[in-house]
């Protein structure tokens, strides 16, 4: 199936490892130009590097930002290029008790996670609305239904996504932008490995037994039962930001393998 993808310049932030990396990757099979982002300098040239290398010939650029920081966030703005499809993918968390968790971790994670994507969005969607053609998608989680009691901080902010992608889209109507959000499940990344390492250790088990577990006792309701592959989860996001999705906006798309349990 062509979707119709090459040619169309996304930014990813985010994007030097995990999930983010994997769309990169996924818009790359499609032949769109990919501009990837993470803190450091070294990190993104690396990446690239290695972008380049898979996908030999293809556009592939990166940005150096840290949404931590508002002002090179506004240099990021600045220097970007026009931006067809925006993946507002970046994504931290801190596991910890609601009664611990200082304003300064609400911050960061309020930052991160959702002032991001506000700053993006807000340069980036009047010229893709000028152009009559766009594409954001903000990248949840399913704690935004199921609300971890060691991840409040983390599942506000997620939850907060939904509203700012339906909001959006409402200012998209008519035109040829679409807004969507997307809430992945467990997700195989590295920081997942570690995860899985951690409870191994705490249930005195092996992390495919800590795996197992994980879901019986965790996750429930999960169907899938297992953690998802980041290919997955990019190739889902890769189709919803083609053209041949059009009819999708303002959506929340579950990728959680049925963790949030339900029928909607
Ligand atoms: N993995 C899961 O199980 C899971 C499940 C549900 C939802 N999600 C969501 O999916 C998204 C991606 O998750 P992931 O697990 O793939 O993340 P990850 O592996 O922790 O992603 C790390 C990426 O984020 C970048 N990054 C971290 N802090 C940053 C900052 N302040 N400014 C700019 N870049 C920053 C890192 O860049 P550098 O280190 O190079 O700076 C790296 O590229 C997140 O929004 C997450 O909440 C993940």
Not at 145 to 163: C, F, M, Q, R
Not at 178 to 198: C, H, I, K, R, Y
């Amino acid at each position: 199936m062509d979707l119709g993808l090459a040619g169309k310049q996304v930014f990813i932030s985010g994007s030097t490892a995990g999930i983010g990396l994997a769309v990169a990757k996924a818009f790359l099979k499609e032949g769109a130009a990919v501009l990837v982002n993470g803190r450091k300098q070294a990190t993104v040239d690396q990446t690239v590097a290695l972008l380049q290398e898979e996908f030999p010939g293809q556009q592939v650029g990166g940005a150096v930002a840290d949404f931590t920081d508002p002002d090179s966030i506004a240099r990021l703005i600045d220097d970007l290029p026009l931006i067809d499809i925006l993946i507002n993918n970046v994504g931290i968390y801190t596991a910890q008790s609601f009664y611990e968790a200082t304003d300064a971790d609400w911050t960061r994670q309020v930052e991160v996670n959702l002032m991001s994507g506000v700053r993006l969005s807000r340069a980036l969607l009047p010229k893709m609305l000028e152009r009559d053609w766009g594409r954001i998608q903000f990248i949840s989680s399913e704690c935004a239904s199921l609300v971890p009691e060691d991840l409040i901080a983390y599942s506000t902010t997620k939850a907060a996504l939904h509203a700012l992608s339906r909001g959006l889209a409402q200012l998209c109507k008519g035109s040829g932008v679409t807004v969507n959000t997307f809430m992945p499940g467990s997700t195989m990344t590295e920081g997942a490995a570690v995860f899985l390492e951690q409870l191994a250790a705490a249930r005195n088990t092996s992390p495919e037994n800590a795996e197992k577990s994980f879901f019986t006792e965790d996750r429930p309701a999960s169907l899938l039962e297992r953690f998802a592959d980041v290919a997955e989860i990019a190739n889902t996001l890769v189709y919803f930001a083609s053209p041949l999705s059009s009819a999708t906006n303002g959506a929340v798309i579950k990728l959680e393998g049925g963790s949030t349990g339900g029928s909607l």
